[in-house]
């Protein structure tokens, strides 16, 4: 299972090439004062559940926030993401562990606006991602010798 400051990395990389050149990525905490092309990635707690004797179900969700300083251009932002992630099956994680996550559903899209002296425009999307993972077991060194002794 991928720890989500690795999921939380690897969707900010894929999210990247979507975004305007000048944006930034900011992960886990909405900047206090935010400025025009601010993508925002944050997790929400999760949940895991046993699903059998050696299975584990993991379900993350993620918000994602993009702020920009017209409602237009952070409309069509927030579309294309919504888009992109929809067609994505898996996202690589972890090249080591061969870890990836899988986008169960996206909600949102609805417009908001920030507060302040100077207010931006921005959507926000949730995104839930499902992985099953093996629990481990303990590996016991195989018996190489065997002897019987007969009284």
């Known amino acids: 299972m991928a720890n989500t400051n690795e999921e939380l990395a690897a969707l900010s990389q894929l999210l990247k090439p979507l975004l305007p050149a000048n944006a930034k990525i900011a992960l886990q905490n909405f900047p206090e004062k935010p400025v025009k092309q601010t993508l925002v990635l944050r997790s929400l707690p999760d949940e895991v559940t046993p699903i059998a004797s050696g299975m584990t179900r993991t379900i993350r969700s993620y918000q994602i926030f993009y702020v ?3 409602i ?12 992109y992630l929809a067609q994505t099956i898996s996202i690589p994680v972890n090249a080591q562990t061969l870890a990836f996550m899988r986008i169960s559903s996206i909600t949102g899209g609805k417009p908001f606006k920030t507060e302040g002296s100077a207010p931006l425009d921005g959507v926000f999307l949730t995104i839930q991602s499902t992985s099953h993972t093996a629990r481990s077991t303990e590996v016991y060194e195989t018996m190489q010798h065997a002897s019987l002794e007969i009284n």
Not at 75 to 81: E, P, T, Y
């Open 68 to 70: 920009d300083d017209r």
């Open 72 to 83: 237009d251009t952070a409309q069509a932002v927030g579309d294309a993401l919504k888009v």
